[in-house]
């Protein structure tokens, strides 16, 4: 889902630096009143975890790969704003370091996986945890299913991005600038993928993780953050 | 031990066995992901390089590329896999160092 320089043209590209900027600074604020110092280190795990996850690509035999992006944990424990801040130094790390998605893509590849994915894992999980004691196997449940729809929804969205580019940049002759797929073709593609393989990873690591700190840490479960 | 220690512990295991995520796709002949097409690759899949992704896609020289070392492209997966947990320890040893930092900026003190 780390979407590459050059499949985005320069509309879709500067659109989301733009929409990131002031969820960057939001996250920051709110971030700045609910975080306390010893939450911390579990913030730097949540992006650790989020980085090296991403790095278990997942073959489809004979196709393409992909992995998952491990954030609805950080958002589950720390709250989705935490949670987009430690996914987007994870992202721009990815970009720079390793060009793991593009430069030009970083405000794209956060608002999908460091915004979209977060929130949407976190309210999952806020609905169907509702009520539950601490131990419960529905939050174990509720984890699963939050990283299972959260990455969905932010791979829809990739698609959607992708999918827009023929439509927006194409030469005289038809040919695309860049993304040449469109909308019908990118979002099968992104979606299938993710619901059918990549989805039910995030639910199984997400779900694990919680069940681990059910038994070993409760109180780092509480809906704390927000 | 401490529950973060304990984390800790756990996320270096997870570094020590990423290579997996590279030899099993290997092992499948799984491309790239959707969407993550190098130019050449874009060539051979709508028979044309669209021009703005030509312009583009070269714009950032990554220092290390698809988590390897320059020019260890051929040199086999044993040493792709030391490239690849490498990779891992810097890049999420430079992730953390940023967290911690934006962290102390951000969090309340003493609680």
Known sequence: MHIPDGYLGPATSGFFYVAMLPIWTAASRIVKKTLKARQVPMLAIGAAFSFVIMMFNVPIPGGSTGHAVGGVLAAILLGPWAACIAITVALVVQALLFGDGGITAIGANCFNMAFVLPFVGYYVYRAVSYNAPLDANRRVIAAGVAGYIGINVAACLAGVEFGLQPLLHHTASGQALYCPYGLSVAVPAMAGEHLLIFGWVEAIVTALAIKYLQKQAPELLPEGGV | ?111
Do not use: C, R
Not at chain 2, 13 to 18: A, D, K, Q, R, Y
């Open chain 2, 1 to 111: 031990m401490k529950i973060t220690t304990k984390l800790w512990v756990g996320i270096a295991v997870l570094i020590l066995l990423s290579p997996i995520g590279l030899i099993i796709p290997e092992h499948f002949k799984a491309g790239s992901a959707w969407g993550e097409w190098g130019a050449d690759e874009m060539q051979k899949l709508v028979g044309y390089i669209p021009q703005g992704l030509e312009k583009l896609s070269s714009l950032w020289n990554a220092p290390m590329p698809d988590y390897a070392f320059k020019g260890w492209e051929e040199k086999g997966l044993p040493y792709l896999s030391a490239a690849y947990i490498i990779s891992a320890i810097l890049g999420i040893g430079l992730t953390v160092l940023i967290v911690f930092l934006v962290g102390k900026i951000l969090a309340k003190k003493g609680e």
